[in-house]
Nanobody, 115 residues
Framework: QVQLVESGGGLVQAGGSLRLSCTAS????????VGWYRQAPGKQRELVAS???????TYADSVKGRFAFFRGNAKDVVYLQMNSLKPEDTAVYYC?????????WGQGTQVTVSS
């Protein structure tokens, strides 16, 4: 059973930065696809950024140039660096890992950006 744990969320003023981390229960991030998603109140969950296995990192248009998704030195952690945060970035952020029929989500971490 894979477990994903997000951390790093919090309250920040507009223009500020946060770094989210997602830690897995095993060294799985190099053998599957990993992504960050977010869900704002009353809205559908949306993809923020993803790193497919062997592929290039992709970003939602709304975060391009402000967010960076990268792997840590350890194989069981990935990060989402969020800069120039805007109130519309307020949401619960989730980490997701998939490999064939396996699909795991973390519990989410709240990010709140005040204006």
């Amino acid at each position: 059973q894979v477990q994903l744990v997000e951390s790093g969320g919090g309250l920040v003023q507009a223009g500020g930065s946060l770094r989210l981390s997602c830690t897995a229960s095993g060294n799985i991030f190099t053998i599957g696809d990993v992504g960050w998603y977010r869900q704002a109140p009353g809205k559908q969950r949306e993809l923020v950024a993803s790193i497919p296995k062997g592929g290039a990192t992709t970003y939602a248009d709304s975060v391009k140039g402000r967010f960076a998704f990268f792997r840590g030195n350890a194989k069981d952690v990935v990060y989402l660096q969020m800069n120039s945060l805007k109130p519309e970035d307020t949401a619960v952020y989730y980490c997701r890992w998939t490999l064939r029929e396996y699909d795991y989500w973390g519990q989410g971490t709240q990010v709140t950006v005040s204006s």
